[in-house]
């Protein structure tokens, strides 16, 4: 089964007995626990292979700061069985050619070692290592077999949390692509409009500019860009760049390299590489410095970045959606943001319209968000009068789309009843526009006919957004016709 979407199927998700993650480290620290005492151990540790780097999953003995950088460890024992497979003992590491001018060796007095190679699929994804500092007799050459058998059970558990942090992740983003595609509401003209444009670039990795006021629902759209195209899988990282210090701004999207400035206390990755092969989303674009705008542009031309203080480059594949509540275009007529940036942006742009630009959408939106909160608090879902419902399209609601998602959150939890009434919205406006000297039939037209106007004439799309019958909208409508219509 798959459930349709704007611009793809979202795959159902299933369930299946899954054992906890927090049960495989256990299992992970049992091992390690079992090994340093049946070994007679010093120190203990499991390590695995993370890319390029080291990384100690769980220790015994170590202090934190060790376990992080293996410093007090044997890297050069730990590479050697890495980069062969093949299982390393060493009675007397000082005495060892191999090993005894290795700095760990000689500065902790580490005597007998024995490390083990972790495989999954004939591939070597860690070690298990374990180290005396007071017996040079503690480890033998049957104890390869034993450590082994270790070995085999951790890499078992290991690979198993992996999938699970796969799994997880990818459940995460299902989660997420659900709720970015339920919360964009809309049968309006203008509505549909932006999904047509979206449908034409969702698949793609052109950069797309989102325009349209505060509230209208850009980083929805980015979200659902991002999660119903191809680079699902991978990350979806997002920036607010209004109002942020040119360099803490800097340092978030590019990173930095240690002692680079004070505070720097160690390197740091940037928004852009944890982005590298997904979606980054830059909220209010327009707003970013003349030097953040000339580093952006070299990420969009050349797919490199460079962090703070650092000589080296660093490449990235990054789809670029930006949003601003400005024109940008006057942006640049202004002199304040550059213009071939603006191009590289603005491949294809898409306009959110404002609320009172979709009026249209107002019930569809409202009843939405009432199903929310009837989820939300396992209660029945209220509904709105007529006159709360005509106070609603009658305002002209600057804050769109998240102003009356808060106006129905608040009068659903201040009214007491099951049907919302004007004084329950706290909009004075609305409230006096709603209040005027018109009968219960004068609003009944007022929003049908405005609905009608909003969805282009369709009737067919007017009864499925006022949610009454077709029948019944013929029968309104004949109603109300004047003479000579």
């Given at each position: 089964m798959a459930e349709k979407t704007l611009g793809g199927v979202i795959p159902t998700a299933t369930t299946s007995t899954v054992i906890p993650r927090q049960d495989i480290v256990r299992l992970r620290d049992t091992?390690?626990?079992w090994a340093l005492d049946m070994m007679s151990a010093d120190r203990a540790a499991l390590i695995h292979i993370e890319g390029s780097a080291l990384k100690v999953v769980a220790s015994r003995n170590l202090s934190d700061e060790s376990a992080r950088d293996l410093t007090d460890l044997s890297t050069s024992v730990v590479r050697q069985v890495l980069g062969t497979g093949v299982p390393l003992l060493t009675h007397d590491a000082q005495a060892d050619p191999r090993f005894g001018q290795a700095a760990s060796v000689i500065l902790h007095q580490i005597t007998s070692i024995i490390c083990v190679p972790m495989f999954h699929e004939q591939t070597v994804i860690g070690v298990i290592y374990l180290d005396s500092r007071r017996n040079r007799s503690r480890f033998t050459d049957e104890n390869i077999e034993f450590v082994s058998t270790f070995a085999k059970v951790a890499a078992l558990a290991s690979d198993y949390a992996k999938s699970y942090d796969e799994v997880n992740q990818q459940l995460q983003q299902l989660r997420q692509m659900n709720w970015a595609r339920e919360k964009i509401v809309g049968q309006s003209p203008k509505m549909q409009e932006v999904f047509n444009l979206m449908r034409r670039v969702m698949n793609s990795d052109i950069s797309?500019?989102?325009?349209?006021?505060?509230?209208?629902g850009k980083?929805?759209?980015?979200?659902?860009?991002?999660?119903?195209?191809?680079r699902r899988d991978r990350p979806f990282v997002t920036q607010f760049c209004g109002n942020l210090a040119e360099s803490l701004l800097e340092s978030e999207l590019f990173g930095h390299k240690k002692g680079s400035f004070t505070g720097a206390i160690s390197d740091k990755k940037g928004l852009f590489e944890i982005a590298d092969g997904g979606s980054f989303f830059l909220d209010e674009i327009a707003d970013i410095s003349p030097t953040i705008q000339t580093k952006l542009l070299r990420v969009?031309?050349?797919?490199?970045?460079r962090r703070v203080g650092d000589t080296d480059s660093h490449r990235v594949n990054v789809r670029i959606i930006s949003a601003t509540n400005k024109s940008l275009k006057g942006e640049v007529e202004a002199g304040n943001f550059r213009e071939d940036l603006y191009y590289r942006l603005n491949v294809i742009s898409i306009h959110l319209p404002a609320l009172r630009e979709r009026i249209g959408d107002i019930p569809l939106l409202v009843n939405h968000f009432l199903r929310e909160l009837a989820h939300k608090t396992k209660t029945g879902q209220k509904r709105l009068s007529p006159r709360a419902m005509q106070a609603l399209v009658n305002y002209q609601w600057p804050g769109n789309v998240r102003e009356l998602q808060n106006t129905i959150e608040r009068s659903h939890l201040l009214s007491e009843g099951d049907i919302i009434e004007v004084h329950d919205l706290f909009i004075p406006e609305a409230e006096r526009l709603a209040l005027k000297s018109k009968t219960l039939k004068d609003y009944e037209r007022d929003v049908v006919l405005r609905v009608l106007k909003e969805c282009g004439g369709n009737k067919t799309m007017t009864a499925e957004t006022l949610d009454v019958s077709?029948?019944?909208?013929?029968?309104?409508?004949n109603e109300w016709k004047q003479p000579g219509d």
């Open positions: 091992l390690l626990d797309v500019l989102l325009e349209g006021e505060s509230g209208t980083e929805l759209v980015a979200q659902a860009l991002h999660y119903d195209g191809p969009l031309q050349d797919g490199e970045i077709l029948r019944w909208l013929h029968y309104k409508l």
